[in-house]
């Protein structure tokens, strides 16, 4: 009878031993699922944290001065605004299906008014040659890369602008749209991704004639 005792004893704690494991092999397994799912979710907040961050700042920003041209009249018949890629950006699409600009003046808000694709700028940039080159009856806005590669003679010049480069966004103003002193007005550039790109102005009290002139 003793000697049946420790046999039975000693299967007890084989058993029990075994249940042990048992239990701590399944507390591994939830443990490691329970890490797994952390990190995956850590990882997937980062994402949408990033992506968040990335809607909510502009792949552009404005770099240097706006100007205006004024024309034999006295009034601001064209607009200049220098543009870059802003720091942690990816390059920007400037064709007319990838990118929208929309202007308020006070005699309204113009939507899409950019006419065509990126053209590239003669260097130095003649301000005055790009007011010509845009002069029609409707207000109009178009986009120029300053300093872009260029393919082959006679090929179209890329409409991308990329990190580093430089581009300049001309908007004309028609007749009945031109701004005199103090009037103000608003651009928006709308890209396909980022958040937009907001410029606001006033028209300062004196405007010399057939001069461009810095808007503060």
Do not use: C, H
């Not at 009249?73 to 390059?91: N, R, T």
């Not at 600009?101 to 113009?110: E, I, M, N, Q, W």
């Not at 872009?148 to 001309?170: D, I, M, N, T, Y």
């Amino acid at each position: 009878m003793p000697g049946r005792r420790k046999g039975k004893k000693a299967i007890v704690g084989i058993e029990a031993a075994i249940v042990l494991i048992a239990f701590v092999i399944v507390a591994a397994a939830l443990a490691f699922v329970v890490l797994n799912m952390g990190m995956f979710t850590t990882q997937k907040s980062k994402e949408v944290m990033n992506q968040a961050l990335n809607e909510a700042s502009s792949a552009l920003e404005v770099d240097g001065s706006v100007m205006a041209y004024v024309n034999a009249e006295g009034k601001v018949a064209a607009i200049y605004i220098p543009l870059k890629i802003s720091p942690g950006q990816q390059a920007v699409d400037l064709s007319t299906d990838k990118i929208d600009v929309v202007v308020r003046l006070p005699g309204g808000t113009f939507q899409k008014v950019n006419s065509g694709v990126a053209a590239p700028a003669t260097t130095p940039v003649n301000l005055t040659k790009l007011y010509e080159d845009v002069t029609g009856a409707s207000i109009n806005a178009t986009f120029y890369i300053v300093q872009s590669l260029q393919e082959e003679e006679g090929v179209p010049a890329f409409s991308v602008l990329e990190v580093g480069e430089k581009a300049l966004l001309v908007i004309y103003l028609p007749t009945n749209l031109e701004l005199g002193p103090y009037q103000s007005f608003t651009v928006e550039i709308r890209p396909l991704a980022g958040a937009p790109l907001t410029i606001e102005r006033m028209i300062p009290p004196t405007l010399p004639v057939g001069e461009v002139i810095n808007l503060v």
